[in-house]
């Protein structure tokens, strides 16, 4: 990554006056769309919505209420709804607090668990007046998934199956960088990175994206520079849409999110946000440790799709995941797999997304 910015700071001075790296390639509009134009780019109706939590997060959601009009694809017919997580991107707004203050970025994936899983799941059945959904989550996405399911019965009764990509619950085995944060010590963790925002999208992303990205000899560059996180596989990656991934990948999360990750890596256990002393973390959970999720108090069916070269969801630590999950219905490896194939790979359809399908379709029998 420090290479990709190296580069960029070098272009910025040279590459637009001498064309010192390659000339640009034509960058795709969606470099600079938010979701909904996006999802009308392609020909999908768009609707967006705002989610309050709990505790005052707003959540930007959209929804894609059906296929195609006129269109020879054939779509599965399903009513689509891409929920988000407090701090990105698309949801950087609290009623109580402004996203400059160092309270509103107090939160790790424990409040996103909490909060604002169920509150977008409540929206959602509220608004569709359906009973239950099918959930999907991918990283992150898993793990706020087992904690919600795992702590909270009456959300985990309103899921009809949860599909978990990529899943995370231990990263004990991680080869990512993020061990290597791990080795920061907390209190200098924070002085490196602050208390508030780690990692934002911002317009600097959007250059990566334009300027550097697009360029012929410098795509590689970017590739590596995502695939030295996640695991590589050069063959699955779509380099024509490179400079979209880029423009809006990190999408940015709060210090102590990280922080909390880097505690998950240390102690290879499953469990909430350390608050740094007995006495802090009594205040906290009215006890001197942090509470443990238990996955085997997750009923929901669970259907795995996990990847043989993931650096985040290591293998080792989804096998010492799937013992746990007490109704597991389906679970597969892809051994080429990454963290981010099963997101934007181009054979991801064939590889996991008409296996969703086809289960979804099982389960309306």
Not at 102 to 112: K, T
Not at 153 to 171: D, G, H, N, Q, W
């Amino acid at each position: 990554m420090w290479l990709l910015l190296t580069l960029a700071s070098l272009i910025s001075a040279l590459g637009s006056t001498h064309g010192l790296f390659g000339k640009l390639n034509p960058e795709s509009p969606e470099v600079t769309m938010n979701i909904s134009q996006m999802i009308s780019y392609w020909g999908y109706p768009s609707e967006e919505y705002e989610v309050v939590t709990e505790d005052g997060y707003i959540l930007e959601i959209n929804r894609i209420p059906y296929g195609k009009k006129n269109s020879e694809n054939t779509d599965a017919g399903y009513d689509v709804w891409l929920g988000n997580s407090r701090g990105n991107t698309w949801a950087r707004r609290n009623i109580y607090y402004s996203p400059d203050s160092v309270e509103f970025w107090a939160f790790s994936f424990d409040e996103m668990a909490k909060y604002d899983l169920p509150s977008t799941i409540d929206f959602i059945l509220k608004k569709t007046g359906q009973e239950k959904l099918h959930y999907v989550g991918h990283s992150q996405g898993t793990t706020i998934g087992f904690i919600a399911f795992s702590t909270n019965p009456k959300l985990a009764e309103r899921i009809t199956a949860f599909y978990a990509l990529a899943p995370v619950a231990t990263v004990k085995y991680t080869k990512s960088l993020m061990n290597k944060l791990a080795l920061i010590p907390p209190f200098l963790f924070k002085i490196i990175f602050g208390n508030k925002m780690f990692f934002p999208h911002n317009f600097f992303d959007e250059f990566l994206a334009t300027e550097v990205c697009t360029r012929e000899t410098l795509k590689l560059v970017c590739s590596d520079a995502l695939f030295i996180i996640c695991g590589f596989d050069n063959k699955n990656l779509n380099m024509s849409r490179l400079d979209v991934y880029v423009s809006h990948n990190p999408a940015g999360t709060s210090v102590q999110n990280m922080l909390h990750w880097t505690q998950a890596i240390e102690s290879g256990k499953f469990q909430g946000f350390d608050w740094g002393s007995p006495i802090q973390n009594m205040m906290h959970y009215n006890q001197p440790t942090p509470p443990s999720y238990n996955l085997t108090d997750m009923t929901v069916p669970i259907a795995v799709w996990s990847g043989g070269n993931d650096w985040l969801a290591d293998p080792q630590d989804v096998d010492l995941l799937l013992p746990k999950l007490p109704n597991l219905i389906y679970q597969r490896k892809i051994p080429p797999y990454n963290h981010l194939d099963f997101i934007w790979a181009m054979d991801a359809p064939q590889e996991v997304y008409n296996e969703i399908i086809s289960m979804m379709k099982e389960d309306k029998k």
